[in-house]
């Protein structure tokens, strides 16, 4: 078996032979020697002569038995890419994304070469003294497993946290939380539009404790030192449901027990996309024309100039559909009008449960007839606002006539509840099911109902 005869050479060319294209709207990247493609030249104190004379022979390694055998990566798709003139073998991933897999005569002496690296992957320390530096397009990344050395160079990332699971953490490079994930990809090449450069840091969470639980949250570092915080909802009614705890201006955030005051340390603005939500603080404002050209205006925060429709500002008549249903008593209420916002099948329970919701004995149905229609699946995309009611006479038969939604997000329910002609003398108490349709309801929101007898 061939083996490596000189580690600081060949990992030399290692870093020469990967290639980085780039995306043709990126921003320019001047650098002294940047690795870009397969004869891309790279600054170093050894000579051209000194490399020709050195025997460097690496052994190739077949990547099918590597990522089955050792690392289990089969799952991605992938070109062979060999620089047999140079040694080692080369990969081409998804996305125009590289790797190159190095295997040294033992354990030994790939840990000495990874060692002869910068935390940062861009300068390496020969062992005869010389000093190379390096540059690249797309940030890279190192991996010492075993006797072997792997380097992936990637735009995105999109394949950093597999490695980081199969391989480890790195030895050198971008850093482990380094990840582009594909949603922030349009928001990226708006800022590069725009003139600006874009770093990333992704994690999985959120970081914030009030906040429900993300699939992973993606940081954008722009180079005004703004900014912009991306959050992963499982789908996009998670999302829809986070969107609508906000209040209007976003100083208020509504969780699942409580509703906290947030004070932000410049002016916040948030945004939806299907399962995205993102948050930008900003004093200046100086990204909002980018960001509302990916996501359109915000769902929260402190108004500011746009020229669309602003879905989340909308005020007047909302789509609305009711239930009413006589109730068997006053429940032990005192006081009427009386609402609550419901948001799930399991909150539709709990209220029933704790304000004993009872139908009334001569009318023909039930409560569970009544409210089957509200599953979980109905609650992904509407939310009821239930209405408590007392009438002066059993006669009356109040009706909704318009629901209403102001600014703040609040609502105003009309009900119709004229006197007949001729009435009764007994009190009457009623259910009224408000379905507020395609809209999610923020969980404090006030409801003021209006009676045609005022």
């Known amino acids: 078996m061939k083996k490596l005869l000189s580690i600081a050479l060949a990992l030399t060319m290692l870093l020469s032979l990967t290639a980085c294209g780039s995306r043709e709207d990126e921003p320019e990247v001047t650098t002294e020697s940047t690795v870009a493609s397969q ?69 030994e002496a790939a840990a000495q070469a990874a060692s002869q690296f910068d935390a940062g992957g861009t300068t390496f320390y020969g062992s005869d003294d010389s000093i190379t530096e390096y540059e690249y397009v797309y940030p890279v990344h190192f991996w010492l497993n075993g006797s072997n050395i792997i380097f992936y160079c990637s735009e995105t990332g999109e394949f950093l946290q ?89 100083s208020f955030y509504s969780g699942e027990s409580s509703t906290i005051a947030i004070d932000y340390a410049s002016p916040v603005h948030f945004f939806i996309l299907d399962n995205i939500i993102v948050q930008y603080c900003s004093s200046s404002g100086e990204l909002l024309d980018a960001i509302s050209s990916v996501y359109g205006y915000q769902f929260a925060g402190v108004d500011y100039d746009y020229d669309g429709e602003k879905p989340w500002y909308v005020t007047g008549t909302v789509d609305y559909d009711y239930y009413t249903v006589p109730a068997a008593d006053d429940g032990g209420l005192s006081v009427f009008p009386q609402y609550v916002v419901i948001r799930s099948q399991s909150q539709l329970e709990d209220v029933r449960e704790s304000l004993n919701l009872t139908i009334a004995d001569n009318v023909d149905t039930t409560w569970g007839l009544l409210t089957a229609k509200y599953t979980d699946d109905w609650f992904n995309e509407n939310d009821l606002i239930l209405l408590l009611l007392e009438e002066p006479s059993g006669s009356i038969n109040p009706y909704v006539t318009d629901v209403t939604r102001d600014e703040d997000r609040n609502y105003t329910i009309s009900i119709n509840d004229d006197y007949p002609e001729v009435a009764t003398a007994d009190m009457a108490y009623w259910y009224v099911l408000v379905e507020i349709d395609g809209i999610k309801v923020n969980p404090n929101a006030r409801v003021e109902v209006v009676s045609s007898r005022e």
């Open 162 to 250: 597999d490695f980081n699971a199969l391989l480890g953490t790195e030895f050198a490079g971008s850093g482990s939380d380094y990840f582009r994930p594909t949603y922030v990809n349009e928001l990226v090449y708006a800022l590069w539009d725009a003139g600006y450069n874009v770093d990333y840091k992704y994690s999985s969470g959120t970081g914030q404790d009030y906040l429900k639980e993300t699939v992973s949250t993606c940081m954008l570092l722009v180079s005004n030192d703004e900014v912009i915080y991306l959050w992963e909802y499982a789908n996009e009614y998670e999302a829809i449901d986070e969107a609508s705890r906000y209040s209007a201006n976003a």
């Open 39 to 107: 004869d891309s030249e790279v600054t170093t104190s050894a000579t051209e002569e000194e490399i020709e004379t050195e025997n460097i022979i690496v052994e190739k390694v077949d990547i099918v038995a590597v990522f089955e055998g050792v690392y289990s990566y089969t799952e991605r798709n992938f070109d062979t890419k060999s620089y047999e003139s140079n040694g080692g073998t080369g990969y081409t991933l998804e996305n125009d994304q590289y790797v190159d897999i190095y295997e040294y005569d033992s354990e």
